[in-house]
């Protein structure tokens, strides 16, 4: 999983033909143990009509196809967005070997998340595996475990942008993790994030969507809202 550059500048884009999702069946090797494992693939996944959420959850279709971006090695307990993505057992064994709900799909992102962490480091992967397992909570309306997750992903964006210079002077960086801390109610932290994100959030929507998120902060709004309530609140 790779952060795009520049994440934001294509969100408004609403395609002109939409296309129903697809599903295809496939066999593929777990890459940890090498169980063949049954997976559904959702196919001919667009974020046309409609405007990406301010966290970067994309609009439909893709954003409710999230059961079929994980998959589970029942074996070996192993899970990725490609289960067929080869790992060394022993880096991640404790991982493994803790208890794990199959037919929980937010905590297959997070143990994915965890995993991505105890093979490689804080990233933006892990960051957003376990904003996936958020999506899904909001999705059960359960704002609990959505802000627990939400928590996680935070302290991985903070991590990962700390280790790496590159991530510290993305814009992108900084207006996904002040979305996600006034998603759940951290105003005070999201207003010092802010302005920092000042610095660096200078390309393309950025400004404005910044600009969009200061409003929502001193209202204490912590609702979701789509990069297309940004600009049009920038009209």
């Not at 974020?47 to 029942?74: F, N, V």
């Not at 995993?115 to 990233?123: F, L």
């Not at 979305?179 to 010092?192: H, N, T, W």
Request: one cysteine or more; aromatic letters at 8%; charged letters at 30%.
């Amino acid at each position: 999983m790779k952060q795009a550059t520049l994440l934001f500048i294509c969100l408004f884009a609403i395609s002109a033909a939409l296309h129903a999702v697809t599903f295809k069946e496939d066999t593929k090797i777990c890459g940890v143990c090498g169980q063949p494992v049954h997976v559904t693939i959702a196919q001919n996944l667009l974020t046309g009509g409609g405007s990406m959420d301010l966290d970067l959850r994309p609009a439909p279709e893709k954003r409710d196809t999230l059961k079929y971006q994980i998959q589970l090695c029942r074996k070996c307990g192993y899970c990725w967005p490609d289960i067929a993505k080869e790992r060394k057992h022993e880096k991640i064994a404790k991982v493994l070997n803790a208890p794990l709900a199959f037919d929980d799909t937010a905590a297959l992102f997070a143990r994915a998340a965890e995993i991505e962490i105890a093979d490689n480091a804080p990233s933006f992967a892990s960051y957003m595996l376990y904003m996936k397992a958020a999506w899904v909570m909001d999705d059960l309306k359960n704002k609990k475990k959505s802000d627990e997750y939400r928590k996680l992903a935070i302290k991985q964006m903070e991590l990962y942008m700390e280790r790496d210079a590159i991530a510290r002077t993305t814009g992108d960086n900084y207006l996904a993790l002040i979305d996600v801390l006034r998603r759940i109610g951290d105003f005070e932290k999201a207003k010092r994030i802010l302005s920092i994100a000042e610095l660096y959030a200078t390309e393309s929507v950025l400004p404005q969507i910044l600009a969009f998120q200061k409003k929502l902060i001193e209202n204490k709004d912590s609702e979701r809202y789509t990069t297309a309530d940004a600009l049009k609140s920038a009209k």
